[in-house]
């Protein structure tokens, strides 16, 4: 069983829409979760960053953990063509360990 | 600007070359790593390090050397290319090596044939 399982197929919405991904992890050492935005053709940039479980928001994003899931979320409010990217959602398990594990990612497109 | 600078951003080598792929980053971070990314994969760690001098291997090592003779830099270089080894790689850094902070290059398309 891979550490993190995000199902990677595509999504599309309508502009405006709200966006929701979702990660599930079998390591409950893990304690560092995050979810990046790739654009096609460039670097994962980091997006949202969460340590303990509950919500986080930033403008029109929320991120969402639950470690007795073991189950992270993102969500994206009214939702706009420059959302169209690639979401990845990274994990890792302590405070100076530099190993990350990814999700495949989820492509998502918001249509005009 | 600062950041993580990889060069070159397109390379086709032929099967059993060697190349080095170089990451340099000016933002003083003591942590580095490499990812390869691959349709379907998701971005898999290949070698990491924790300071100049210190490297680890990472979950796909095999085929990958890494050094880390100063804070800037961290070169990969393949040893000898299989096609297996075409895919996107990505140099990324972090201060904390919390993922809080982590930054990535641009990527190299690599494509071995």
């Known amino acids: 069983q891979k550490e993190v399982e995000q199902d990677p197929g595509p999504l599309s919405v309508p502009e405006g829409a709200i966006v929701s991904l979702n990660c599930t992890y079998s390591?409950?050492?893990?304690?560092?979760f995050m979810w990046y935005r790739q654009y096609s053709r460039k670097g994962p940039e980091l997006l949202m960053y969460?340590?303990?479980?509950g919500n986080k928001e930033d403008g029109r994003f929320t991120a969402q953990v639950d470690k007795s899931s073991k189950y992270i979320s993102l969500f994206i409010r009214d939702s706009q063509p420059s959302d169209s990217a690639t979401y990845l959602c990274a994990m890792t398990l302590k405070r100076g360990n530099n190993r990350l594990a990814f999700g495949k990612g989820n492509q998502v497109v918001v249509i005009p | 600007n600062a950041g993580v600078t990889q060069t070159p951003k397109f390379q086709v080598l032929k099967t059993g070359q060697s190349m080095t792929l170089q990451c340099a980053q000016d933002m003083n971070h003591e942590y580095m790593s490499w990812y390869r990314q691959d349709p379907g994969m998701g971005l898999r760690l290949i070698h990491y390090s924790v300071g100049a001098g210190i490297t680890d291997q990472g979950e796909v090592p095999n085929g990958y050397n890494v050094s880390r003779s100063t804070t800037e830099d961290f070169p990969l270089r393949l040893l000898s290319a299989a096609p297996s080894q075409t895919s996107v790689y990505f140099c990324a850094s972090s201060y904390a090596g919390t993922g809080d902070g982590y930054t990535f290059g641009s990527g190299t398309r690599l494509t071995v044939v």
């Open positions: 390591n409950s050492a893990f304690q560092y």
């Open positions: 969460t340590y303990s479980s």
